[in-house]
Structure formats: structure tokens, C-alpha cells
């Protein structure tokens, strides 16, 4: 029994060899698919293998206070900065960016089609009481969202407003079963295969940039993060070959982000 | 019903062409219940035999909490082993988050009071049969739990296999201390979950065919090689 136990615990120090690092990523850079593309490149480059822990921003935060990851790549400006000046993270690295967009039911009965500037979109959801599925999971696209409510000064409430508490795919999947409005990313919503009625209705406004940015977890609070191989993939997610694969990255001929690393 | 059909074709061709993901995928699957299977085994069997010819002051408060503990919430129980694995956590240098231990650590604290508590149901019974026999024969109380464990065998097995099937298909805990990484911790159930979240409904679908069908030749194979429902056995 023991010896069992023993060598159950060798199988599970030894799987995470001296090469790999775990990165915790938001489902949405997960779900563009653009990870697929990235991670052969890198491991055939540095040779670390990347651990992809998928997670809302909120997690991510939470996974690399704890020292659970070596790095995370997220999208909440203000978080980030929280998480670096508190010290869990060394620095904060922009790396790329792309936009959310809001979705709804194509015949959109609040009309955000014809809206000038987000603001009014969303005030024109709440006004007519159209569904509206929010993440509701402390993620970067829930976080954004309630932003944007702020900006509009409405405190969403009531039926039409659906709090699901789940990733984005699953938020979507509701959306798409419940003919409902929804903030997502771009790359999200392009790679999504079960957009049923849903269609983009509202793109454009400067207040829908999402930048997302690189934090190494700081290696003077968790001495057992593999500090050096972050910033490897760092030097590597900064470098010309990656703005290639990201800027080159197409989901149906539509470009999805736009590298933007110094 | 298309996207179950198309989920039926999906599963049948990632069966067909040995989809290397699949079988990579498949593997740990088992890898980890199975293993999670034989440590909850080893635990909770002979403890339910116990539970069944030992009497003690709070016999009657211990098995009403082991039925409770059946129920046991996968996600509860996949948060608190995240937190004792965590770095933060006081067993955070063994690194073992983010592991198929880590999974099969918590597998095993899921299903092992489903299993004690079947086996001890199922020891009761024969203890009440084999109790007049075994005081007089004055055996020890080790020798009364290995006669007992052998004679329940195959209620036993069955308890073991309500373990193994509660595993199998269990998704909150193993998301949360296995993390669902590719190529290190992803199972048919994450893996499931994944798809569902893409929008890919036939591909989950298909795993979930794939997952259905593991299930079932495990049972299989587990009454084949105990050879039960056999002529001239029980």
C-alpha cells in the first residue's frame, strides 16, 4: 500500500520535467484557437513544453498569487496592475490585443445595430429589457462588461438580465440556446461552432480594446517558480516570429488579434 | 437529433482511426480511475467489513455519516484538495497540482465512502449468516474480515464498480486539481468539456460515446475475469 502511494507520488513529481511551463491563460485566448498555433512553435523553439491552465482572468490571478503557475496572459488592465504592484508578479508585458464585440439575436430587438457608441447599445439593452447572459465569473470579459454598464450608469437587474457564472464557451452555448445578448471577444466568438441565431451586431468602439498582457509570477515570493523559463517565453512572445503567427492568424480570412509588444 | 447523430458518427470514427488524442486522452482516463478504483478499494472494503462486525459507541453515528459522505460534492471536494496542493498550501512542496496524482488523490477521497458504505451494507447481511459459525470457530477479528471479504466478493466487486463508475464520469474535482492541461491532465470528462464550451457538440459528443462505451467493456472485462454470472457459480 504504501509503495503504491509511493509510486504513485514519484508518477506525479516526475511528469513535470525541467522543460515545461505552466502558463494560466483566459478561455478566450484558449477557445481564438490561436494557443494551437502558438505552442508547437514555442516548444520547437526554447524547447519548453507549455502548460495551459485555462481559466478565467479571475482565477488566473488567484493561480499565480498562489504560485501554481510560473506566468499568466490576461486581459484586466486594472487587476494586472493590482496583482504586479502587490508584488506577485515581476512586471507587466503587453503583448497583443483584439476586441470585444457584442452578440445578440439577429432580428436584435434593441437595435444596438444602429448605435453610435457602445454606451448606447447597452442603454438600449436595458432599456428594452432584451436577454442578456453575463459571464458573471470575475473574469477579464465579466469585468469589461461591468465597465461598460458603469459607463452607462445602469445597475442591470431583473429577468432579462442572466448572470450564468461560467467560461465563455458555456456562457455562448446559453446565450445561443436562450436567443440572448452577450459581450464576448472576437476570436471567441468566430471559433464558436454553435452560433444558431446569434449574430455581431455592435463592433467599433474604442472602449471594446482588449489588450491582453504577460505577467511572470515573481520568483522572490515563490522560489520554485521556473522564473527563467518565463522570461524565455517572454523574449519569445515579444519577438518578430510571434508577431508573424499572431498578426497572421486568421479565423474564417478574418484577422482576430494584433500583436503590439515593445 | 442531427447533432446526436453527428455526435454517434464522431465518436465512431475517433474509435475507428485510433485517434491519437483519443487514445493518449483514454489512457489517463483509466490510469487515474483505476488507480483512484484499487486505493479506494483497499481502504474502503476492509473498513466496511469492520464497520459491519465491530460495535462501538458511535457505530450508528459513523455509518450515518458514511451514507452522508456518499453524496460528497465533487467540486467541494476538488477545492479543498486545490487548496491543501496549492504552493500556498501546507502539502504545496510535494508539487503535486496540476498531476494525475493530484486527480487520483481526489477520486479516491470521492468514492471511497461510496464504496465502504455498499461494502458494508453487503457484509451485514453475510455477517449475519456467518456470525454463530465464525464466534465458535473463535477466529480473530482479522480472519473474520478476510472470510467475510471473500465470501462478499462479488458484492463487493459490485461496490467497487459503483466507485469506478462514479469516477469515471466525474468532472467538477479533476478540473479543478488536474487544471485540464493538454498532453498532462486532460481526461475524456475535461476533454468533454472543452468541446462543449467551443460550441463543438458532436466531437463532445462523441467523446461522450467513447466514455459511455469505456465504462461498459470495464464492467465486462471486470465480470469476466471475477467469472461471475457463470454456470455452477453465484
Known sequence: ?262 | MGEIWEGLIAGFWLVVSLDADLVEVTLRSLQVTLTAVVIASAIGLPFGAWLAIRRFRHRRATIALLNALMGLPPVVVGLIVYLLLSRSGPFGVFNLLFTPTAMIIAQVIIITPLIASIAHQAIRDIWADYHDLLISLSTSKIQRIKTLLWDGRRALITASLAGFGRAIGEVGAIMIVGGNIDNATRVLTTAIALETGKGDFALALGLGFVLIGLAVAVNLAIHAIGQTESEGKW
Open chain 1, 1 to 262: 500500500m504504501i509503495r503504491v502511494l509511493v509510486a504513485l507520488f514519484m508518477i506525479g513529481a516526475t511528469s513535470v520535467s525541467a522543460d515545461t511551463l505552466r502558463l494560466a491563460v483566459t478561455t478566450s485566448f484558449q477557445n481564438s484557437g490561436l494557443a494551437d498555433v502558438l505552442l508547437p512553435e514555442i516548444a520547437a523553439d526554447t524547447g519548453i513544453s507549455v502548460q495551459l491552465l485555462v481559466v478565467g482572468t479571475g482565477q488566473a490571478l488567484r493561480l499565480g498569487e498562489a504560485g501554481d503557475v510560473d506566468a499568466i496572459l490576461v486581459h484586466a488592465r486594472a487587476a494586472e496592475e493590482a496583482f504586479v504592484a502587490q508584488g506577485f508578479g515581476t512586471h507587466r508585458r503587453e503583448i497583443m490585443y483584439n476586441d470585444f464585440v457584442l452578440v445578440g439575436p439577429s432580428d436584435d430587438p434593441a437595435a444596438i445595430a444602429d448605435a453610435q457608441t457602445v454606451r448606447a447599445a447597452m442603454i438600449s439593452i436595458a432599456t428594452t429589457e432584451a436577454a442578456f447572459v453575463s459571464r458573471g465569473d470575475d473574469s477579464g470579459t465579466h469585468k469589461k462588461e461591468i465597465s461598460l454598464w458603469d459607463a452607462a450608469s445602469i445597475t442591470p437587474d431583473g429577468g432579462w438580465y442572466r448572470s450564468v457564472g461560467t467560461g465563455m464557451g458555456a456562457a455562448l452555448n446559453t446565450a445561443s440556446a436562450m436567443s440572448a445578448y452577450i459581450l464576448t471577444d472576437r476570436a471567441s466568438w468566430l471559433n464558436f461552432g454553435n452560433k444558431r441565431d446569434l449574430a455581431m451586431l455592435f463592433v467599433g468602439d474604442p472602449a471594446l480594446f482588449n489588450q491582453y498582457a504577460f505577467i511572470p509570477v515573481n520568483p522572490s515570493r515563490h522560489a520554485h517558480v521556473r522564473h527563467a523559463q518565463a522570461s524565455i517565453l517572454e523574449e519569445w512572445l515579444s519577438s518578430g516570429k510571434a508577431k508573424t503567427l499572431i498578426n497572421g492568424y486568421r479565423i474564417d480570412g478574418e484577422a482576430v488579434f494584433t500583436f503590439n509588444a515593445e
